[in-house]
Antibody, heavy 119, light 114 residues
Framework: EVQLVQSGAEVKKPGESLKISCKGS????????IGWVRQMPGKGLEWMGI????????RYSPSFQGQVTISADKSISTAYLQWSSLKASDTAMYYC????????????WGQGTTVTVSS | DIVMTQSPDSLAVSLGERATINCKSS????????????LAWYQQKPGQPPKLLIY???TRESGVPDRFSGSGSGTDFTLTISSLQAEDVAVYYC??????????FGPGTKVDIK
């Protein structure tokens, strides 16, 4: 079964760093893209960026460029989304999802990771 | 950035009746070399991640009931639920995956039972 399993909920303070994970299984992790999506409380979906774990080719939405870093460790079939200095406005649910091609729908989704940033 | 808009923001439909959601992109998402529209539709129920329903504007994902259909081309698209069921209550999003500078989503349309 193709599956993405995300890391657990996080509660952080403003200014702290954070790295959340998304582990793939049941498919060739290095052959397909993984995208990240933000959903702020009660709001819609925002596409953040995408990585191809095979060669770490990474693309960012202009809205998120410089605000987050997307990476992957193909040796453990895991993609990451990280922040160097969190803000309260980063409070949201974050989803990862597989895109079978760069320009394709987001097909298999992780369960989501809730990030809460509060002083 | 390609901006996606949806209408209506919400709608309430009686069980068994048709629900229609519109999506418009600020520029064409039709790729002329393969005649494909780079447009997907998703369903999101409360507390769940989104689910891909339709891609290439009109291709139903495996396992999606055939009461869901997508149509349109270029900049104007429609998701139709031909006979609304109770389990279809959700928020529906369109997304363009044409522009690699950002695969933007529409703002969503909430579907409820009347």
């Amino acid at each position: 079964e193709v599956q993405l399993v995300q890391s657990g909920a996080e509660v952080k303070k403003p200014g702290e760093s954070l790295k959340i994970s998304c582990k793939g299984s049941g498919y060739s992790f290095t052959s397909y893209w993984i995208g990240w999506v933000r959903q702020m409380p009660g709001k819609g979906l925002e596409w953040m960026g995408i990585i191809y774990p095979g060669d770490s080719d990474t693309r960012y939405s202009p809205s998120f460029q410089g605000q987050v870093t997307i990476s992957a460790d193909k040796s453990i079939s895991t993609a990451y989304l990280q922040w160097s200095s969190l803000k309260a406005s980063d409070t949201a649910m974050y989803y990862c999802a597989i895109q079978w091609e760069l320009r394709y729908g987001m097909d298999v989704w992780g369960q989501g990771t809730t990030v809460t940033v509060s002083s | 950035d390609i901006v996606m808009t949806q209408s209506p923001d919400s709608l309430a439909v009686s069980l068994g009746e048709r629900a229609t959601i519109n999506c418009k992109s600020s520029q064409s998402v039709l790729y002329s070399s393969n005649n494909k529209n780079y447009l997907a539709w998703y369903q999101q129920k409360p507390g769940q991640p989104p689910k891909l329903l339709i891609y290439w504007a009109s291709t139903r994902e495996s396992g999606v009931p055939d009461r869901f259909s997508g149509s349109g081309s270029g900049t104007d698209f429609t998701l139709t639920i031909s006979s609304l069921q109770a389990e279809d209550v959700a928020v529906y999003y369109c997304q363009q995956y044409y522009s690699t500078s950002g695969f933007t989503f529409g703002p969503g349309t909430k579907v409820d039972i009347k």
